[in-house]
């Protein structure tokens, strides 16, 4: 029986999970320079840490969790973001207690989401994030616009649209909200059903609807920079010139609320334009956030952090033409020509994956023509030849693929010859002992 994967999963293999990495390592490399580190949470946490109101008005909360019960009766969520597992990390480890702030997270995972699939997105799909928590600052706040700025712009992705919006302190929520329910009241049967649910709970999430109708509608209600306390607005201008000062374009979008109810202050999201002209939507985005933390037991301390989806990001790349060309082949293929000479054709690719290059030997006969086929398919840069000859005169042939220029190197002299072919190649021995002087 022939098993398929499940509906909103994906394969990602061979040459694709080498775009994903090129994209993971950028993204891990900007972040470890702002002085980020890695934090990885487990795939499953208790229920609670994500549900933890029951007024809470997330789309993802409310309808996409994947929950179930364990044998223990207990109630177990497959992670839906990593803002949430990265706090809880905080205060169970008592990262707080050290008073070392900010703490900076970055975090590269899978999440799980039940949503309907469509391109470029899936039940299960890899989630690159960063928080900045413990310091409350717009500084902190723009910190992370510079990063995923800047990793976006290093990805190759040049019409960016970063749009952003303030939430304000409590005070400014809850007069925006009362503000919301008199506007909207009269309106909400018209409505779709979850924003009927929205405008009991939260009705700030009424501005995020993408029902085209209910959309018309969020156009002429009232706008929160108009109920700011002056502190929040005071706040939000020193962030806009701080983005100035920095060199950051942006638009400010006051129709922006973001996905999760935990947010506050400033919110921020990504769009792309095409090469064609064409508005591609969301890349991804994130905000500041005050209470998260002390809502998972620890202190009342501010955060700040975004989340890009790879998966997304990969997507859109692929469509526009933006992904780097990567050499997936192997730097030697080592070809034996006749059966005495595959012993020595195993030795010497081992003796080169020693050196730190990606190699491989055909470990059975087969003919010239048929080595040469699978050395083409496996875009090897480069073919050992391994023939009598070679084996009694202890040398190799070593020949270029691309120019099929060819040449006979003595054992001896093999880590010298492959290294001028590589100028920049760096010994992955790690090893005091090391014999290819290649020290990084």
């Known amino acids: 029986m022939e098993y398929q994967n499940v509906k909103g999963t994906h394969d990602i293999i061979l040459k694709e999970a080498r775009y994903y990495q090129a994209i993971e390592s950028l993204f891990i490399s900007l972040a470890e320079i702002y002085g980020y580190n890695e934090f990885r949470t487990p ?66 995972g899978p999440v799980f989401r039940y949503e309907r699939p469509k391109a470029g997105t899936y039940r299960q799909f890899l989630q690159f994030g960063i928080e900045n ?21 290093m990805l190759g992705f040049q019409k960016l649209k970063l749009k952003i919006n303030t939430l304000g302190d409590s005070e400014s929520r809850e007069n925006y909200k009362k503000a919301l329910v008199k506007y909207f009241t009269p309106l909400i049967d018209k409505m779709c059903p979850d924003c009927q649910e929205r405008l009991k709970l939260n009705p700030l999430r009424i501005l995020d609807c993408k029902v085209p109708e209910d959309h018309e509608l969020t156009k002429k209600a009232p706008r929160i920079k108009d109920y700011l306390t002056l502190s929040a607005a005071e706040r939000f201008k020193k962030t806009t010139e701080l ?27 990504y769009e792309y334009i095409s090469q064609s002209g064409l508005n591609v939507g969301a890349l991804g985005g994130g905000g500041h956030y005050d209470n998260l933390v002390s809502e998972v037991g620890g202190p009342k301390l501010a955060g700040v952090g975004f989340a890009f989806g790879i998966e997304r990001i990969y997507s859109l790349l692929k469509e ?29 690719a081992d003796y080169l994956r020693m050196l730190g290059y990606k190699a491989d030997a055909i470990i059975e006969k087969k003919s010239f023509k048929a080595m040469f ?17 070679e084996l009694k005169n202890n040398e190799v042939i070593i020949k270029n693929m691309d120019t099929q ?20 190649h760096e010994c992955h021995c790690h090893d005091e002992d ?7």
């Open 320 to 348: 526009e033409k933006l992904l780097p060309n990567l050499h997936a082949g192997f730097d030697f293929y080592v070809m034996p020509v006749g059966e005495a000479c595959i012993k020595r054709a195993y030795i010497v």
């Open 373 to 389: 086929r699978k050395a083409e398919k496996h875009e090897a840069r480069f073919s050992v030849i391994i023939g009598e000859n």
């Open 133 to 153: 928590i413990g310091v409350d600052s717009e500084y902190a706040d723009v910190e992370t616009i510079i990063l995923s700025y800047r990793a976006l712009k």
């Open 43 to 108: 795939i499953i946490e208790p229920t609670e840490l994500f549900s933890r109101s029951k007024n809470d008005s997330s789309d993802m909360v409310r309808k996409q969790m994947y929950t179930f019960k364990d044998l223990a009766d207990r109630s177990i969520t497959l992670r839906p973001e990593g803002t949430a597992s990265v706090a809880r990390a905080i205060v169970n480890n008592k990262l707080h207690a050290e008073q070392d702030f900010p703490i900076k997270a970055y975090y590269l």
């Open 243 to 269: 983005l100035d000062e920095v060199g950051i374009p942006y638009e400010v979008d006051d129709t922006i609320v973001r996905g999760l109810d935990y947010y506050s202050h400033i919110v921020y999201e």
């Open 434 to 440: 090391c014999e290819c002087h290649h020290k990084k």
């Open 405 to 424: 220029e060819q040449k006979t190197v003595k054992n001896t002299e093999l880590k010298d010859y492959c290294d001028s072919l590589f100028n920049d």
